[in-house]
C-alpha cells in the first residue's frame, strides 16, 4: 500500500515490542485495531511470544438444503 497510515502498537508497553511478520495475523487477532477520523488504523498487538497460536479450522457443518427437508 502506498501512502497507508498504519500504527502497530504494543498492548504491553512495559516489554520491548516483540513483532513478528510470519504470524502477523494471529497478533493482530490476540490484539484490536481501531480506525481515526482520518482513516488511519491503530493496531494495537500482543508480543508474538505471547500469542496461542490459533486452533486448526475446523469443517462447517453441513446444512440441510430445502429439498431435503
Known amino acids: 500500500m502506498a501512502e497507508t497510515d498504519l500504527v502497530l502498537i504494543d498492548l504491553d508497553p512495559e516489554a520491548p515490542f516483540d513483532f513478528c511478520l510470519d ?15 482520518e482513516a488511519g488504523l491503530r493496531v494495537l498487538t500482543r508480543d508474538c511470544n505471547k ?6 479450522p475446523q469443517p462447517h457443518p453441513k446444512v ?5 427437508r
Open 23 to 37: 504470524h502477523y495475523k494471529e497478533q493482530v487477532g490476540a490484539g484490536y485495531a481501531k480506525m481515526t477520523a
Open 64 to 68: 440441510p438444503t430445502a429439498s431435503a
Open 51 to 56: 500469542i496461542q497460536p490459533l486452533p486448526p
